[in-house]
């Protein structure tokens, strides 16, 4: 089984070259699993379920997801707080229940929202994970945010002036709290998100640690292509799953609007053009030959199964470099609204 810490080495390709290793580890449309730390397997394409539950008609990430299978996704990114974990599991059981496939074959990662952080909150948090998709386990669940905020049934707590309620983080106490869970066989494997080198030192420097975290899910696209996280978490057997892996909305409400719109880049529209691929599945697979995992979102049907055409391609060392070249280190996701609190994690250098 390939592991994603083989094909860079502090950022650069080893001697053999991209499509050499692709080759060897068979990456294909049924084939794109890497190792995890602990010995489980993760694909590298998966779809992001998010969709604003304020405009996304009901029903929506059902058929998505059932259509998504049947392309080819048997990984899937979703939360708790999206508000449609039920119907990502429904589509999943359904897809079970008429032999399309079997319950091993899905990748399901859920994840821990910052007001359930306080250790006796964890395992309620997944139970409530599990109740919606009714589903006896899931196969990663992460920290979504190293930021805490005050427990209670609202997910966003503000005060009578508006401003966020926070709530002392602990995040060595919710790791515990974590493995606890995966000890009980609630979930397979345990990872974080938007966590830095400092937030990820600490729990890889926690006394009696039992499980380490296997991934770190983090923005990461030819715009931002976080070199120097990248390294650390190979160096730490820690795989990236890359966020917003071909760009973002333009919505101005919370994207960083100074980035430039990453799909009208002229290099990857370019390279596009000699494989027949659009500048999507460019972005796409670069980041899966790097051994990023990547979630791009979509409820829309023909990109869906646009996304998933990225096996029959392999860029050459060259076209990497140069897309890597492209790093401009500007985020479109930077949560500015909550960068008061004390473990927002984006005021490091990585």
């Known amino acids: 089984m390939f592991k994603a810490s083989r094909v860079y080495l502090q950022g650069r ?13 068979n990456l294909t449309a049924e084939n794109h699993r890497i190792l995890l730390s602990d010995g489980n397997q993760i ?22 997801v059932k259509l998504a299978i049947d392309v080819g996704y048997r990984h899937f990114d979703g939360a708790l707080v999206y508000f449609n974990e039920h119907e990502v599991g429904q589509a999943i059981r ?30 309620p948090a997944l139970e409530r994970t599990l109740k919606n998709l009714k589903l006896d386990y899931v196969d990663l669940y992460i ?39 995966k000890d009980a066989g609630l979930v397979k494997s345990l990872g974080v998100s938007n966590f830095n080198r400092r937030q990820l030192e600490l729990l890889l420097n926690k006394p009696g640690l039992k499980h380490k975290p296997v991934s770190n899910q983090v923005e990461c696209h030819p715009y931002f292509t976080q070199p120097k996280l990248l390294e650390f978490c190979r160096q730490h057997d820690i795989v990236v799953v890359g ?77 990497m470099r140069a897309i890597e070249a492209l790093n401009k280190n500007v985020r479109f996701v930077e949560l500015k609204m909550w960068s008061d609190h004390p473990e927002y994690p984006f005021h490091d250098d990585y």
């Open 94 to 123: 359904e897809k079970i229940a008429d032999g399309t496939v079997r319950r091993e074959d899905i990748f399901y990662c859920g994840k821990l929202w910052n007001t359930f952080h306080p250790p006796q909150l964890v395992r």
């Open 243 to 319: 966020y917003c892996p071909i760009g973002s909305s333009r919505d101005s409400s919370w994207v960083n609007l100074k980035s430039p719109p990453l799909l009208e880049d002229e290099l990857l529209v370019n390279i596009g053009r000699k494989y027949n691929k659009s500048t999507a599945q460019v972005a796409l697979r670069f980041n899966v030959q790097r051994g990023v995992v990547v979630i791009p979102k979509s409820f829309n049907l023909e990109r869906i199964k646009h996304n998933f055409q990225i096996f029959d391609f392999a860029l050459t060392e060259e076209e």
């Open 13 to 25: 390709l080893q001697t053999n070259s991209v499509a050499q290793i692709c080759t060897q580890m």
């Open 143 to 181: 920290v979504e945010l190293p930021m805490a905020f005050k427990p209670g049934k609202d997910f966003y707590p503000t005060d009578k002036n508006g401003k966020h309620i926070y709530h002392p983080t602990d995040l060595c106490a919710t790791w515990e709290a974590l493995e606890a869970c």
């Open 43 to 64: 694909p590298l394409l998966g779809l992001g379920t998010y969709g604003d539950p304020r405009t996304t008609p009901k029903g929506t990430a059902r058929e998505c």
